[in-house]
């Protein structure tokens, strides 16, 4: 039986869910996945975006190779200013503190990102529609390269959440595969939304967990997980009226 709704969610009539969540989907046990329906179900009424300026900050130092070292201390600046201003609420001032240890696990990870041209993704971004689900896959940035005369395009997706403490083998086996779904989930949309005169190539769409310092790309085997993806968003669809 679905629970009550509190008075800070509304419901969702039409299935619909992010890429993360959706990549989160894929390696969570049955009651999890139950879990993470629901909780797209019952989407908040209000919505106050985690990381947002640090996540703002990354996007313009990796497009700006040039001016990255300057864009990176403003951000921090910003967010230091932020973090100790007491008329500033405290969700928002400890928000501040997480996105400085997210510009710092940026900094030791920065040479797997080097090398490549990165181009502002579109502000708006169509939905990604699988088996009647709307997949929100919003790239951060896009990711251009000329091979053998061939024009390719990509995309990348920042994961910025924190890492667990001491996290077993086992989690981070999980967590590698989420990567790899959502990397995929970013090459399905940039093949279907993004590529125009390009053509998609999956090792230049990326999952990029910043906090674990880790790239993941879209594997080899994408086809076979785009339909694992397809098949899970079927199931999706039919359980959406029933949590």
């Given amino acids: 039986?679905?629970?009550?709704?509190?008075?800070?969610?509304?419901?969702?009539t039409e299935p619909r869910?992010?890429?993360?969540?959706?990549?989160?989907?894929?390696?969570?046990?049955?009651?999890?996945?139950?879990?993470?329906?629901?909780?797209?179900?019952?989407?908040?009424?209000?919505?106050?975006?985690?990381?947002?300026?640090?996540?703002?900050?990354?996007?313009e130092a990796l497009r700006d190779a040039v001016n990255e070292k300057r864009i990176l201390a403003a951000t921090r600046d910003k967010l230091e200013q932020k973090?100790?201003?007491?008329?500033v609420r405290p969700f928002l001032r400890d928000d501040a503190e997480k996105s400085i240890e997210v510009l710092d696990a940026f900094a030791g990870m920065r040479n797997q990102l080097a090398g490549f041209d990165y181009v502002a993704a579109p502000k708006?971004?169509?939905?990604?529609?699988?088996?009647?689900?709307?997949?929100?896959?919003?790239c951060d940035l896009l990711i251009h390269r000329t091979h053998k005369e061939e024009e390719q395009i990509g995309g990348l997706l920042f994961r910025l959440t924190k890492a667990e403490?001491?996290?077993?083998?086992?989690?981070?086996e999980k967590r590698r595969d989420m990567g790899a779904y959502a990397a995929t989930l970013v090459h399905m949309h940039v093949a279907t939304n993004l590529s125009g005169n390009r053509k998609?190539?999956?090792?230049?769409?990326?999952?990029?967990?910043?906090?674990?310092?880790?790239l993941h790309q879209a594997?080899?085997?994408?086809?076979?997980?785009?339909?694992?993806?397809?098949?899970?968003?079927?199931?999706?669809?039919?359980?959406?009226?029933?949590v």
């Fill in 1 to 12: 039986m679905a629970k009550p709704l509190q008075d800070h969610t509304r419901i969702r």
């Fill in 17 to 59: 869910i992010s890429a993360n969540d959706l990549a989160r989907y894929m390696v969570a046990t049955d009651t999890g996945k139950i879990g993470i329906i629901r909780r797209a179900k019952e989407a908040p009424a209000a919505v106050v975006l985690r990381y947002k300026d640090a996540r703002s900050g990354l996007r």
């Fill in 83 to 87: 973090a100790r201003d007491g008329s």
């Fill in 124 to 138: 708006q971004q169509p939905e990604l529609t699988l088996a009647g689900v709307a997949v929100s896959v919003y």
């Fill in 165 to 172: 403490d001491d996290e077993s083998d086992r989690a981070a």
């Fill in 200 to 214: 998609p190539h999956h090792t230049l769409c990326w999952s990029v967990d910043v906090q674990h310092q880790e």
């Fill in 219 to 242: 594997p080899r085997t994408y086809v076979s997980r785009a339909q694992n993806l397809e098949n899970a968003c079927r199931f999706i669809a039919a359980m959406w009226n029933r």
